[in-house]
């Protein structure tokens, strides 16, 4: 087999060989032929054998060890392209690039190629994917449950200026050439029906499911390679298939299947990831899929801990299973189920391996994104379930009454069922009476987690609620996206900083080397090229890298405010126009956001951005001042250009709204300077870099909720601030749509009759003035790179290897195994 170099050797010969023998037998063309994408595939075919093969090995080795293990559970994995980042994890770049050249190919051309699966909307989904990535990196063992959907996030273009959605089928008509089906592993998922009770044998009474339809769970595996080890670990991906037809006989009752069947086409199941980032939908087809999910991986990790020879009563011993947010919290109850129902334990014995293997990552505090179900959706899809959680909550309840006697306020707030016209099931809630770890993902979000979300949680189960801030991998963002900062890192600190990124600490003995800084600007310059001739291949835009850029790329979202980065934007503008002793560094503002198809403000906010880079870019009267680009599509692949070329990150929520981000740790490992707000991680990247190599503007947290406390009121800000009012009243002009004044309004009033419920207006004054001090600080260019500079060395803390680690020390009592 071959592996990375220091433990098999690379057979070239071989290689090609195989690369050839799938071009021809598994994709049907000969050299000849063969189109790029199909030398792609077979590319990526050849060295999927590989990896399957030390996944299987994997997989063998660490059933016989009985190794405990962490299995995350999560609803989007964004892992992004795989071919580059396992050919770095596998050592094998330069020997594949070779290989490759010999057949006539171009590597780098090859791996553009490949489609992004995009199975993920944001940071939740990204934070997956680089967790994966940090396991197999540090040999905890691990397995990845997702969903194979058939279509990943939509594919965004412009038209007009609008955003327009169209499907996105990531695996192509080839199928995608990393996954392997295990057909073996296919798991059967029951579906609607009734519960009954009946007498075993012994005049025992046990409840039991009686279903209504079954659906098959088919698991998909993508490889998560091991950087520079053994190790690879599945990333398991279900798709449901359904049975047909279905198990019709024991429902003859027409009426009763009949009323059922519109909800049912279990084909669909698996079909589209929801495309919603922060907020909950409640439709029945996502209780569906979160069920489906959760019913597969929870059979799958018992047939896993059966097949290494375990009993049951060990579950909590050795599988511990992390719930990424609420979406997987169905598989609290469907365990409680299985163990109750199946293998026939008493609820307390049950509830002791429950509560002591899952954990609970919260992600957001936004209350449009906390997940509540109907209870009667619930109640017909799940029957069992309700049963089970009802249960849950009775029990917990006495518990509550137990610490608050007679208190019912205590009750009604905490109970997982909220009363009201219409109950609902409160997932979170679920989740922290039912887990022994629920988590934050920074420090300032874990706070407010605790102080505000669920201070009577943190009352009653003192130590249960902690942190973990989150992390990013530095194989994939720095190693793979930033070759040339990579070398020069490489070159100070030693080549082993990908796994042990402690070392770039070393960079900063090299703040203040001229030298240095002019090859660290000159890395900065080339990918700033990179992603100038992408925009200009791609967009027709033509960029000058002599300007600052300057990037926001994230999910779009009001809490985001993209909208205060376009509001000062139509200041310069406004300025540049009306001020002739106004001045300032030429500058480029890149935007990439996708926005929920069902997010009207979200989508002008685009379309705005749209219209105003429409007109700057092509106004003689700017001088060039200001360019305005949105990158369709935005996806990891285009993020992987992006984060190597910026000179500014804006980090820029309103505090205490952004739970952590890891774009801004992204940013600031590839030495780009950060504005942003006290929020989510930054409070943590200033305490690293300190407050001299980071912009920070705006209010904190405990200002926000005075002001809205106070009664906020945005035209107090609007009518004391002329620039404020003229970026404003740009926006109800026709300046940026001739002719047609208006149709850029909507922003306009939402911030002013809406009542700016993101305190926009508050922190413009606050954010212009940080901005001048950013475009003073890069005119002096030793200065800026001695910071930025700074930056990549002071980021070791953000890599994800460190998150895990804390996980696996903290939380998960997990240790690694060599394979
Ligand atoms: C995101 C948070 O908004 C972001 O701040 C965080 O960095 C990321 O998770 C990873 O923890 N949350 C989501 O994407 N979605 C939800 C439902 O919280």
Not at 208 to 216: Q, Y
Not at 336 to 343: C, G, Q
Request: a negative charge.
């Amino acid at each position: 087999m071959i592996k990375n170099g220091q433990t098999q050797q690379f057979d070239k010969a071989a290689f090609k060989a195989a690369v050839e023998k799938h071009l021809t037998t598994t994709y049907a063309y000969t050299t000849e032929s063969a189109t790029p994408h199909a030398w792609y595939l077979a590319m990526a075919r050849a060295l999927a054998e590989i990896s399957t093969g030390n996944l299987l090995a994997t997989e063998q080795k660490l059933a016989k060890e009985k190794a405990r293990s962490v299995n995350y559970l999560s609803l989007e994995f964004l892992i992004g392209r795989l071919t580059g980042n396992n050919l770095i994890s596998l050592g094998l770049y330069e020997n594949v690039a070779s290989a490759m050249e010999e057949l006539g190919q171009n590597l780098t051309d090859l791996l553009e190629e490949e489609r992004d699966p995009a199975l993920g909307n944001g940071g939740l989904g990204r934070l997956a994917a680089c967790f994966m990535d940090s396991l197999a990196a540090q040999e905890y063992p691990a397995v990845g449950y997702g969903l194979h959907y058939e279509y990943g996030l939509f594919r965004q273009s412009f038209e007009q200026g609008r955003q327009v959605e169209t499907p996105d089928g990531w695996r192509g008509v080839e199928g995608y050439p990393w996954e392997v089906v295990r057909p073996e592993l296919t798991q059967t998922v029951s579906l609607y029906g009734y519960v009954e009770s009946y007498l075993d044998e012994d005049g025992n009474n046990y409840r039991r499911w009686v279903p209504g339809m079954t659906v098959d769970g088919i698991a998909w595996d993508l490889p998560i390679v091991g950087y520079d080890n053994n190790s690879v670990y599945p990333l398991r991906l279900w798709e449901c298939r359904s049975p047909a037809p279905f198990n019709l006989a024991r429902f003859n009752d027409g009426d009763y299947v009949g009323a059922q069947y519109p909800a049912l086409e279990a084909g669909n199941v698996t079909k589209v990831l929801y495309p919603n980032d922060n907020h909950d939908q409640g439709k029945a087809l996502r209780l569906m899929q979160q069920y489906f999910h959760c019913a597969c991986s929870i059979a799958d990790i018992l047939r896993r801990h059966h097949a290494a020879g375990n009993e049951i009563e060990d579950l909590a011993k050795l599988e511990t299973i992390q719930l990424n947010d609420t979406h997987p919290t169905i598989a609290i109850p469907e365990l409680m189920r299985v163990l109750i129902d199946e293998y026939k334990m008493g609820w307390e014995a049950a509830w002791a391996i429950c509560s002591q293997t899952f954990a609970y990552t919260n992600h957001t505090l936004l209350p449009e994104a906390l997940e509540t179900w109907s209870e009667a959706l619930i109640q017909q899809m799940l029957p069992r379930h309700m049963e089970i959680i009802f249960e849950i909550n009775h029990r917990f309840l006495k518990e509550v009454e137990a610490a608050w006697p007679g208190n019912n306020d205590v009750k009604r707030k905490l109970s997982i069922i909220q009363e009201g016209p219409q109950r609902m099931v409160r997932m979170a809630n679920l989740c922290v009476v039912s887990t022994y770890a629920v988590n934050g993902v920074a420090a300032l979000h874990s706070e407010l987690v605790k102080r505000d979300l669920f201070p009577e949680f943190n009352e009653l189960y003192p130590g249960r609620l902690t942190n973990v801030t989150n992390g990013v991998t530095p194989r994939r963002w720095i190693k793979y996206c930033n070759p040339g900062l990579s070398e020069l890192i490489s070159e100070k600190v030693g080549s082993d900083w990908p796994v042990h990124l402690e070392k770039i600490a070393g960079l900063a003995e090299f703040a203040d080397d001229e030298a240095f800084q002019q090859r660290f600007m000159a890395v900065k310059k080339q990918n700033k090229q990179r992603l100038a001739d992408w925009v200009k291949t791609n967009m027709d835009i033509d960029l000058d890298t002599n300007a600052i850029f300057d990037i926001q790329i994230k999910r779009l979202h009001e809490y985001k405010r993209q909208h205060l980065n376009l509001l000062h934007i139509l200041a310069l503008y406004h300025r540049l126009l009306n001020d002739p002793t106004f001045d300032m560094h030429p500058r480029v503002f890149f935007f990439g956001a996708k926005a929920a198809p069902g997010y009207a403000l979200a989508k002008d906010i685009i379309f705005a951005i749209n219209k105003v880079a429409e007109k700057v870019n092509n106004d003689p009267r700017l001088g060039g001042k200001l360019k305005v680009v949105f990158v369709p599509d935005y996806r990891v692949s285009l993020a992987e250009i992006l984060f190597p070329a910026a000179d500014v990150s804006e980090q820029i929520s309103t505090a205490g709204k952004e739970a952590s981000g890891t774009g801004n740790m992204k940013f600031a490992m590839n030495g780009a300077l950060t504005i942003g707000t006290m929020d989510g991680a930054n409070v943590e990247m200033r305490e690293e870099v300190g407050d001299d190599n980071i912009f920070i503007f705006g209010l904190l947290v405990d200002e926000v909720q005075k002001l809205k406390q106070e009664g906020y009121d945005p035209y107090r800000y609007y009518n004391a601030d002329s620039m404020l009012r003229a970026a404003m009243d740009l926006l109800d002009s026709d300046e940026f749509t001739p002719g047609q004044p208006g149709l850029l309004s909507a922003i306009r009033q939402n911030l002013l009759e809406g009542g700016d419920p993101y305190l926009v207006l508050a922190d413009f004054a606050d954010y212009v003035k940080t901005h001048e001090k950013i475009d003073a600080a890069y005119r002096d260019q030793k200065t800026w790179a001695h910071k930025a500079i700074l930056n990549t060395a002071l980021m070791s803390k953000f890599s994800s290897d460190r998150s895990i680690r804390d996980y696996a020390n903290n939380i998960w009592n997990l240790k690694p195994v060599k394979c």
